[in-house]
């Protein structure tokens, strides 16, 4: 088993990002929201407050209690948006129940969408007009190119639980000629034989579900490079969606968990709100902006 290192990968883009913003004198601002008292998110954002200051981003944690209500969270967001000094504003998910997800992430203003959430923004990304690349897909092509850098030809498996993961990811396949097929698993409790031939077949294993040791390592063929983006706890450790009971003695690719696709998708953030600097300094030179 060869592990794939997200901590050096997003090492380098931060130190890329850093050089960019030195180099151009940039000043780059973002606004994250924090709603409630998820331990998970707490730790989530603390090591963007790290990355950031350590790139010479600065980052605003505005903290709201549990029970905030939606009105007070659109207020925040409404004087965000219109404030010229912030340049990308995130809400940290999950959210408390009484929220929802899409309609508060809606409220951001796209041009400051800076994890590319928005459903405006994810459009533009499938009609190849995204301003920036969206944070979770982003990380995941960074780990797969860090391995190989020509997908055409591939065969690609994504396995996760929404639509619009669905899309964007086999999307970002397809702007790289690479067939990926999708599997949806948000209610299933075993693959059918059919599903297990596909992931037999892959070259790449993208999995998205958010189910400890989901995808056994027995339907994995040799060399294949696995991007295991689905965390979750069990006790008190951080496990993906594979189960590495058998990895160790394969020859496959496999991204850390944790120290995988986490901080890269955080490298990947502050690119992007260091690209809307950018943009704004320079009147924008990008053709979608
Ligand atoms: N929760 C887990 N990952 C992310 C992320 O990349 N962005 C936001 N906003 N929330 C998250």
Redesign the pocket.
Known sequence: MKLIDGKMIAAKKLLAVQELIEDEELEPKLAVILVGNDPA?QL?VKLKVKAAKEVGIELRTYFCEEGTPREEIVESIAFLNADPDTHGI?????LPEHLDADDIIGLIDPAKDV?G?HKTNQEKFLADQACVYP??PGAIMGLITSCVDDLRGKKAVVLGKSDIFDRVMTHAFAQRECDAIFIGCAQKNEFTLQEKDVINQADIIVTAIGRPGFLSCDLIKDDAIVIDGGISKVGEKVVGDVDRTHCNDRDIFISAVPGGVGPV?IAC?LENVTHFAQCKESQCTCEHC
Do not use: C
């Not at 995130?90 to 999950?94: A, D, G």
């Open positions: 998110s989530y995130i809400v940290q998910l999950p994890d959430f944070v979770f998708t953030l």
